[in-house]
């Protein structure tokens, strides 16, 4: 068999989802001097649903929006299209951190998922919306013990998880390295990430929100009468403002030793022929990922192209993101090879798009909420790879912290405290790289967790995509 190697030969440098003639045109910058009742700063998921959910509930509020580049262009239209239920990064994390108003939370997260699905129905937004679920994979002996200890969990919290053993799963999905499965049958949309959002900007313009991208907000202070924020050609007056920019540097010093960006990084095939779809059958056409540390996330697309991203996930020293780091050839490579140990049958098939960015992650892994400048400014961050779903949930939080409304979601563990912050460098990097070893060697060694990652989970602490 060729080098597999060899299939990323004519792959486009791009995101899939953003390479397409469908692509809104941008909205004018900012210039100039204007006011507004709320500023959402960022124009990616987290932005847009705290811009369209403010107009929902009062559509006399006047909502200005500003993103840097374009809508959706960052992490919100190159991930892989999971839209899941959960708020907690998972019910394992979510049990082991807020055991106490778990329930409450997967209520709160399906009810969330739910808003979505009627949203996009309510809307017309066009992304390739399928409830269709996921799967959980066993890849090693030990996962499969250790996914149905996990099912047992989701049954305590009123969730039914179908377990799947080796010819079940591989009757959903046919791949040689798998030995069981986990089928989450209701928790969890697939769709098109970026038309996602390009169809949340619509609906924000719909309903009057106004738009202006290609406006970076450069600094905020506060006024008497509210808020100032400056971009390079204009200044804003905002009574309120949401700050949604998740891995990009915050406007508020303070927030941003609660995160650090990290490089993700995925493939897209060519689309598959009838004979090479019927070999690997996924008539259900779940996402799926498998359950290592270092794990890969796999999807069907609309033209039944598959998408294979995941494993190796990259802390670059300061943490600064820049464009340069969105592409990883060594990473492309190693996600060449475990592709076609995935599917031996599809050898031959050639990568059409190749693409990384980053997302932001913090030590609990899933967002964190506070408020500045005497209750004027609302931030929601750390949505660590499951920020699809998520973020709208975060918006509505936003809104009620903003609004002093109390509320269940402001009266949440989750949303009252914050997450221990990360280290200074070079402590921070160093640690990081203490834990991407110690990762590496329990997936090699049957899972089992050495003293450095038992430490860090006794203090509730970690890293992760």
Not at 20 to 33: I, K, M, T, Y
Not at 440 to 462: E, K, M, Q, S, V
């Amino acid at each position: 068999m060729a080098d597999p190697v060899h299939a990323l030969r004519d792959a486009q440098p791009v995101p899939f989802w953003l390479d397409s003639p469908d692509r809104p045109e941008a909205e004018p910058a900012l210039v100039g001097q204007t006011r507004c009742d709320l500023l959402v700063v960022g124009g990616g998921y987290s932005g847009l649903w705290t811009a369209l959910i403010a107009k929902e509930r009062d559509p006399s509020l006047d909502v200005l929006l500003v993103e840097a580049r374009e809508t959706g262009w960052a992490a919100s239209g190159r991930n892989g299209g999971f839209c899941e239920a959960s708020l907690t990064h998972g019910l394992a994390n979510g049990h082991q951190r807020w055991p106490g108003e778990l329930a409450a939370l997967e209520r709160l997260g399906q009810a969330n998922l739910d808003a979505m699905q009627e949203t996009v129905r309510r809307h017309g937004i066009d992304c390739d919306w399928r409830r269709s679920g996921s799967l959980s994979i066993a890849t090693e002996p030990h996962q499969v013990d250790e996914l149905g200890e996990f099912a047992k969990l989701a049954a305590r919290y009123g969730s039914h998880l179908d377990v799947l053993d080796q010819d079940a799963v591989r009757a959903e999905v046919d791949s040689p390295t798998f030995l069981g499965g986990l089928w989450d049958r209701d928790g969890v949309a697939m769709l098109d990430p970026a038309r996602l959002a390009w169809g949340l900007k619509r609906a924000c313009l719909d309903l009057g929100v106004r738009i202006h991208e290609h406006t970076p907000a450069t600094a905020l202070a506060e006024t008497p009468g509210g808020l100032a924020v400056r971009t390079p050609y204009g200044r804003i007056a905002a009574r309120r403002t949401a700050l949604a920019t998740n891995a990009f540097p915050s406007l508020l010093r303070r927030h941003r030793p609660y995160t650090v960006p990290v490089y993700d990084y995925a493939l897209m095939t060519e689309p598959l022929t009838d004979a090479q779809l019927a070999s690997v059958g996924w008539q259900n056409r779940q996402g799926w990922a498998d359950s290592a540390n270092h794990f890969h996330y796999v999807r069907l697309s609309a033209d039944n192209r598959i998408l294979f991203g995941g494993y190796d996930v990259v802390h670059q020293y300061r943490g600064r993101v820049a464009a340069e780091r969105d592409q990883r050839p060594e990473t492309f490579a190693t996600l060449a090879r475990h592709f076609f140990r995935t599917f031996p049958q599809l050898a031959g098939l050639r990568f059409t798009h190749a693409w990384g960015g980053a997302i932001d992650t913090c030590t609990r892994f899933s967002a964190f909420f506070d408020l500045s400048h005497r209750g004027k400014v609302a931030y929601a961050a750390g949505y660590t790879g499951l920020g699809v779903g998520a973020t709208r949930f975060g918006a509505e939080v936003m809104l009620d912290l903003l609004a002093g409304e109390r509320t269940e979601r402001t009266g949440l563990e989750l949303v009252r405290r914050k997450p221990l912050p990360f280290p200074p460098e070079p402590v921070r990097s160093v640690g990081i790289g203490i834990t991407q070893w110690a990762l590496t060697r329990a997936d090699a060694n049957a899972g089992h967790r050495n003293l450095w990652l038992r430490t860090l989970d006794r203090f509730g602490l970690g890293f992760d995509s």
